[in-house]
């Protein structure tokens, strides 16, 4: 997880971007279309004045846009520049697609317990930010004292 984080903050010193930010954009291009920054807040785990300042930082960046709902019109909308998700994904791919070589030489059986393992670490994780978010730090049960 460490190595991942180092490589994530050399990808985010490359586009001049925080490491927050690059998720975020990252974030954005996972969602089906634009979204609110209280869904940013929501994505990032930020508060809504954070995530305010993290979609400035976006705009100015060239990654986001701000837009109007056209439903409603009091409602503003972040939409990612689909050039700039473009020219993000071609620098992923020349960095990152060596990350699916790593997985070459593996039987269906290895690769689903390293994707099994993943995926309770993901869920882990979140229940474990939940915890911390809700101010819960008292051991949970089946926890080494």
């Known amino acids: 997880m460490a190595s991942y984080a180092l490589f994530n903050q050399a990808i985010a010193d490359h586009l001049k971007l925080h490491p927050t930010d690059l998720q975020c954009v990252n974030l954005l291009s996972l969602e089906d279309g634009p979204v609110t920054t209280g869904r940013i807040a929501e994505l990032t785990g930020l508060t809504t004045g954070s995530a305010t300042r993290l ?7 060239g990654y986001v846009v701000r837009e109007r709902d056209a439903v409603d019109r009091r409602r503003v909308l972040v939409a990612t520049v689909p050039e700039k998700i473009v020219e993000f994904g071609r620098m992923w791919d020349r960095l990152g697609g060596g990350w699916f070589a790593l997985f070459d030489g593996l039987e269906d059986d290895e690769l689903a317990l390293i994707i099994g393992h993943m995926r309770r670490t993901v869920d882990f994780s979140a229940e ?14 089946g926890e080494a004292s």
Request: net charge neutral; aromatic share 0%.
């Open 55 to 61: 979609v400035d930082r976006l705009e100015k960046a």
């Open 128 to 141: 474990q930010i939940a915890r911390l978010r809700g101010g819960d730090l008292q051991e949970a049960s």
